[in-house]
């Protein structure tokens, strides 16, 4: 299966999604997303705007009910309660830090009705601040705050609950790169010190790989994969995944033998390619075969299992690596190459037929999200890739 | 009286004479009353008529009236007679007109004051003095509206109709039979919420004044108290301080209403039961005037309206609309005989003798102020 | 330096026929004796305000600081839900609900207020409906008292209220709300503690529109009042075109300008800043 509906508890799990949706009118805006996230880890929930993700995101927070499904948090069931009196925080993607309130008072503001005694608030407080080193800045109004110090208050506000699981919208989006990486590093630690279960929602790949502990990339509605960062790089499972995270190279294919490896003909060549087993698989199969522009090597003899003849076409300098661009009958490849002065591509001359080769294990048999999916729900898929 | 158009009374005429609002454009009240054919040929004793006008008069006249204060016919009939365009724009009070004219409001020629008001106005220099010879008819007037003390020699004036100030009364509501301002006091608890006063300051003052036995001009300061008095007892139970009571005299949710005669002659009919009262005591008899303004842009044409209007027909045709009855000899000839011998519009003799003409001053107009003010935020 | 000074003489010219002249005549006139019809003898007099110490007009005064007072609140209590449910829905039912606030807005307000009359008359359509319903057993006697003025200030006024409340509301960010119950707070808590400090300069404005129009009112006092509650708006009225007291008169209006001019002030102080916004998102 390519989606894991099935919800291992094997393991300590705060939160559980056993397959809710959501729909918006005529849009199913959640489509029967079932996830477990273990206790104390770092979950992003990644895809394209209009995924879905945001929508699971304010289910869990409350904000939405499910139309079906059940939403439990360590334990108990919470898919019917107000957000109030769930044990899960959020920070905002624009944080949506009161204005009328001080820095400390946005702090300490989900304390005040929880009849905390005051000694125990100023520690919370004092607490909170310093984790986000916000101490010299508690008397200041968020408009007063940059956009880094803002975030860190939208944080600290949240932690202060003590909530079971913390949810974060997109948090880093409003802020520039440079600002954004370092945040980023900061988030990651401070997750571990606090031991908090995150549920982080990103459509930035990059960011999602390097925080995350596990990853469910969503599109249309769906839960697509879910897995480890590398998992979902190596070995993604559906066209869109790869196509999503990271670059890679489609070949379109039929099965020619379903074995270990899987043997696949290219159309437009007809070129037979040994590809990784591991996805159930039927001869006559229509699959794609998708190889990362960084595993393509230029084949200078016979080491390698795949080989195929192409035309270059266009070749830019990145600095510490070379792209090229191979038309291979009529599909084009992107090949990546480390900035080296052997390489055997630097001799490549624009509009020369080369000849490129990849290992079996680099080149992945994907079955087509079509075939997952099914025709109605493809027409969504190609809504939502369009936006 | 006669067979009545059967329109329902709001359709006719919305507004009083002295409301708050210009009445749209009344329809006929007098469908069943046969065609009053108005014609030089139809009057007597000998009115002059076209004949008597001037050569020339200006083609236009500026009319600034009480609303829905003339029959519908009786301007056209005019504009007809006399080839002249005729405008009005109406006022809800003496005193707002007074205001108005005194603020410089251009352009009318004809003013309607009430007696006192005259006088004020004619201080105050925004009248004309009239000039007599263009208003030979001026001699069927009955000279008991002649040479009044606020205009004497009728130097700034001539009589339009006149009435009196009292109250009308639902007998099929009210039990008792009413006939003084004694009455009209007594009963207002009993009939409490269901009367009506003028929202005018000197009829209010001046009916507790009479009820006391004092006269209706009194500027001592003790009678006007005593007079407060009477009237701050009256308020819980007054339903509507308005000079718009018809409807609600009509429909029955008021019984009682301070009030001018003609307004309850409307009342009745579509409320018959509704009775008029000159109360007993005495009361304020008045005469509204025809008065040109100063400056006025059409004086020969405002001199030719007024003689026009004293032919005893169009008297007779306004009255039987305004039920306030006329001032020259001759009228009753062409008046429907049930109006013509009521005495809520022409009160005999020995009820004439006890009224009183408001004589109006500053004191006057403060005292009663004052007390109204009281009167109002009680 | 700067642009020639005659360039601002038509905004000076525009100030003083319009505003300056006419406060002017008012503070002449409040300072004079009145002696007969229209003869004011002009000097300055303290005459007209003493007399306008007197009880009897202070009262009024006061009457109508209550009724304008509970006239704004109910116009708060109504306007508040009402502007809120307007900010809160999509734009096609806003663009519906907000045309049908205004659509009252383009008829006089005298046929406004009229058409109460005929709403609340004892033989009209509520009092039938409520006596048929059982809620009343005799017909409904509200006309021609305090609280027909009351009903007929709040409708009319009601407008005046909403526009300012809805601007302050329809800017606020959707997600503090949804902060707030993140962070544990019930629909009540959240309401009070960052919906209402945040709305809160419309709800001046809106206060401050309302409550200024309505201590000037006289039409609704005499129309649904049946002219027997007495405000400063009528007794202005009476003594200028009745009583005929111009200084009087002129004093009365004085009174009520102080009354506002107080009013304003404490807005200015209340609100700081915050205040030009407030009147800017609305004039």
């Not at chain 3, 306008?52 to 704004?72: F, R």
């Amino acid at each position: 299966m390519i989606a894991p509906t099935e919800v291992t508890l094997n393991e300590a799990t705060d939160l559980v999604l056993g397959g809710i949706s959501k729909s918006f009118g005529d849009v199913r805006a959640v489509d029967s997303v079932s996830i477990a996230v273990r206790r104390g880890e770092f979950y992003s929930l990644l895809g394209p705007s209009g995924c879905g993700k945001t929508t699971t995101l304010r289910l869990i927070a409350g904000f939405e009910l499910p139309d079906a499904g059940t939403i439990e948090l360590a334990g108990e069931d919470i898919t019917h309660l107000p957000p109030n009196k769930r044990r899960v925080n959020t920070v905002f993607q624009h944080y949506a830090l009161f204005p009328h309130l001080t820095v400390q008072d946005n702090v300490s503001y989900g304390l005040r009705q929880e009849r905390v005694a005051r000694r125990d608030l100023e520690e919370r407080l004092e607490a909170a601040l310093s984790t986000v080193r916000l101490q010299e800045l508690r008397h200041r109004h968020p408009r007063e705050l940059s956009g880094g110090q803002q975030q860190r208050v939208a944080l600290a506000r949240a932690l202060i609950k003590e909530p079971t699981v913390l949810l974060l919208d997109e948090p880093l989006a409003a802020l520039d790169l440079k600002l954004r990486r370092a945040m980023q590093q900061e988030l990651k630690k401070l997750q571990e010190r606090v031991g908090i279960t995150f549920v982080y929602v990103t459509h930035d790949q990059q960011e999602a790989l390097t925080l995350s502990d596990r990853i469910a990339v969503m599109n249309g509605g769906r839960l697509l994969q879910e897995g480890t960062p590398e998992e979902i790089y190596e070995r993604p499972a559906t066209r869109f995944v790869a196509d999503f995270i990271g670059q890679t190279n489609f070949l379109e294919a039929e099965v020619e033998v379903a074995g270990s490896p899987i043997v696949v003909r290219e159309i437009a060549t007809g070129a037979l390619l040994r590809c990784a087993s591991g996805v159930a698989v039927r001869v006559g199969q229509k699959v794609s075969v998708a190889i990362r522009p960084e595993r393509i090597q230029p084949a200078t003899g016979d080491s390698l299992p795949n080989v195929v003849e192409g035309r270059l076409v266009a070749t830019t300098y990145l600095g510490d690596v070379v792209q090229y661009r191979v038309m291979v009958g009529a599909t084009e490849l992107t090949v990546q190459r480390q900035n080296e002065a052997e390489d055997a591509a630097r001799g490549w001359r624009t509009g020369e037929l080369v000849r490129l080769g990849w290992d079996e294990s680099s080149a992945l048999v994907l079955i087509d999200d079509e075939e997952i999916a099914g025709e109605e729900d493809r027409r969504l898929i190609d809504i939502r890739v369009s936006e | 009286m006669t067979e009545r158009d059967v329109t329902p009374a709001w359709a006719r005429r919305p507004v009083s004479r002295r409301g708050f609002l210009a009445a749209g454009a009344a329809v006929g009240l007098l469908a069943a009353c046969g065609e009053t054919e108005v014609g030089p040929q139809a009057t007597k004793p000998k009115p002059q008529g076209s004949s008597a006008a001037p050569t020339e008069i200006e083609d236009s006249l500026s009319i600034y009236n009480w609303a829905d204060y003339v029959h519908p016919k009786t301007y056209p009939q005019f504009e007809k007679e006399f080839d002249v365009k005729i405008t009005e724009d109406n006022y809800p009070s003496n005193e707002d007109a007074l205001a108005k004219l005194k603020a410089g409001a251009a352009g009318y020629d004809l003013v309607v004051p009430t007696g006192y008001m005259v006088e004020i106005m004619a201080a105050e220099g925004i009248l004309l003095e009239l000039d007599h010879a263009q208003i030979p008819n001026l001699s069927l007037v009955e000279p008991q509206f002649l040479d009044l003390s606020f205009d004497p020699g009728n130097r700034f004036s001539v009589p339009k109709d006149y009435g009196t100030t009292g109250y009308g009364y639902r007998s099929d509501l009210v039990k008792e039979e009413m006939k003084s301002w004694e009455d009209f006091y007594r009963l207002a608890p009993k009939y409490s919420g269901r009367y009506t006063v003028l929202d005018s300051p000197p009829e209010v003052v001046g009916s507790a004044l009479k009820m006391l036995g004092y006269s209706y001009n009194s500027i001592d300061p003790k009678e006007i108290s005593e007079a407060t008095d009477e009237i701050l007892k009256l308020k819980p139970h007054v339903r509507q301080i308005t000079s718009s009571m018809r409807e609600v005299m009509i429909s029955g949710e008021a019984y009682v209403s301070l009030t001018w005669n003609g307004e309850i002659g409307y009342v009745a009919l579509d409320a018959p039961k509704a009775l008029y009262v000159v109360p007993e005591e005495g009361t304020e008899v008045w005469t509204d005037n025809w008065s040109i303004v100063a400056g006025a842009p059409h004086p020969a044409a405002a001199h030719a309206f007024i003689n026009w209007a004293l032919q005893p027909k169009i008297q007779a045709q306004d009255t039987e609309y305004h039920y306030y009855g006329g001032v020259v000899q001759g009228e009753e000839e062409f008046l429907d005989p049930a109006i013509a011998k009521d005495p809520s519009v022409y009160p005999p003799e020995e009820v004439m003798s006890k009224l009183e003409v408001a004589q109006a001053n500053p004191d006057w107009t403060r005292l009663r102020n004052e007390a109204w003010t009281k009167f109002k935020a009680a | 330096m700067g642009e020639p000074r005659w360039l601002i003489a038509p905004a000076w010219l525009w100030m003083v026929t319009f505003f300056v002249a006419p406060l002017g005549f008012m503070v002449a006139f409040s300072l004079g004796v009145n002696e007969g019809f229209f003869t004011v003898k002009f000097g300055l007099h303290a005459d007209q305000f003493q007399r306008l110490w007197d009880p009897l007009y202070l009262n009024i005064y006061k009457d109508t600081l209550v009724l304008a007072s509970i006239g704004t609140v109910g116009c708060l209590l109504i306007g508040y839900p009402f502007a809120y449910f307007l900010a809160t829905r999509t734009s096609k039912y806003r663009t519906l609900l907000f045309f049908l606030v205004i659509v009252p807005f383009w008829t006089s307000l005298l046929i406004r207020t009229y058409s109460w009359v005929l709403i609340l008359n004892e033989q009209g359509p509520l009092s039938s409906f409520m006596q048929t319903v059982g809620l009343i057993d005799a017909p409904l006697d509200i006309l021609y008292t305090k609280g027909a003025v009351l009903i007929g200030v709040i409708y009319d006024y009601l407008p005046l209220m909403v526009f300012p409340l809805y601007v302050a509301i329809e800017r606020m960010d959707r997600s503090l709300i949804e902060a707030s119950r993140d962070l544990g707070c019930s629909r009540w808590q959240t309401f009070r503690r960052v919906t209402l400090p945040l709305t809160f300069p419309g709800i001046m404005t809106g206060c401050l529109l309302t409550f200024i129009p309505m201590m000037g009112e006289y039409v609704v006092p005499t129309i649904l009042g049946g002219a027997k509650t007495f405000l400063v708006g009528s007794l202005v009225s009476n003594e200028i075109l009745t009583a005929i007291d111009w200084p009087f008169g002129a004093a009365v209006s004085m009174g009520l300008i102080a009354v506002m001019l107080v009013l304003i002030i404490v807005y200015l102080r209340v609100l700081g800043r915050r205040a030009e916004e407030g009147l800017g998102s609305v004039l």
